[in-house]
């Protein structure tokens, strides 16, 4: 958590988008593939 905050300080807004967009697009694939886990033995079991 430290070094993320140095990042932010140094790199301050534009540091701060491109962290916030990885954020982002990193919850959605963790979403996805939980998704994927959670439905497939759902779906096999029919």
């Given at each position: 958590?430290?070094?993320?905050?140095?990042?932010?300080?140094?790199?301050?807004?534009?540091?701060?988008?491109?962290?916030?967009?990885?954020?982002?697009?990193?919850?959605?694939?963790?979403?996805?593939?939980?998704?994927?886990?959670?439905l497939i033995p759902f779906l096999v079991s029919?």
């Open positions: 958590m430290k070094g993320f905050m140095n990042f932010i300080r140094e790199q301050s807004v534009v540091g701060l988008a491109v962290g916030f967009v990885l954020g982002g697009a990193v919850a959605k694939v963790v979403t996805s593939l939980l998704l994927l886990i959670l029919f």
